[in-house]
C-alpha cells in the first residue's frame, strides 16, 4: 500500500496521519454504482485502515478512513435519470448530493492536529443517508 512510502518517516518523527478513502458501499455491502467487487475493495480499506492505527498508534501515527457516501463530481455526473437521482436524494436526511469540498473538509480535519486522538475511526460523509 502507499503509505508504505512514508511511515518509516512518520514513525522516525513521532507523528502523522494517514487518511484513507472508503466508501458508503463498503458500510451497505453496494451502492449505487459498482458491485461487489467495488464494495469489497473498499471494506478492505476500513480493515487496512483499523489494522494500520493499531499498528502504529505508538508511534503517535495516526490511520483514519473517510466513506463517502453520493458526491456530485465528474463521474457521477450523467449516470442517473433525473428519476434515479430523486430516488437517491430521497434517503439522504440533508436532501442533497455531497460536493468534493465536504470530503476535502473532512480530510483536512482528519490531517491536521485537530484531530489528534483520533485512529482507526471511519468517518461518513454522506448527508445522514448511513446513520447507524
Known amino acids: 500500500y502507499m503509505s508504505q512510502a512514508v511511515i518509516p518517516h512518520m514513525r522516525s518523527r513521532k507523528t502523522g496521519s494517514i487518511v484513507n478513502l472508503s466508501s458508503v458501499s463498503a458500510q451497505r455491502g453496494g451502492g449505487i454504482f459498482g458491485g461487489p467487487h467495488y464494495s469489497a475493495a473498499k471494506a478492505g480499506v476500513l480493515g487496512l485502515t483499523k489494522a494500520m492505527a493499531r499498528e502504529l498508534a505508538p508511534d503517535n501515527v495516526r490511520a483514519n478512513a473517510i466513506c463517502p ?59 445522514g443517508s448511513l446513520i447507524h
Open 69 to 127: 457516501g453520493f458526491i456530485a463530481t465528474d463521474i457521477t455526473a450523467g449516470k442517473l435519470t433525473p428519476e434515479m437521482r430523486a430516488q437517491v436524494l430521497a434517503g439522504i436526511p440533508m436532501g442533497r448530493a455531497g460536493e468534493a469540498s465536504d470530503v476535502a473538509g473532512c480530510a483536512l480535519f482528519l490531517a491536521s492536529d485537530l484531530s489528534a486522538y483520533c485512529t482507526g475511526t471511519e468517518v461518513d460523509v454522506n448527508g
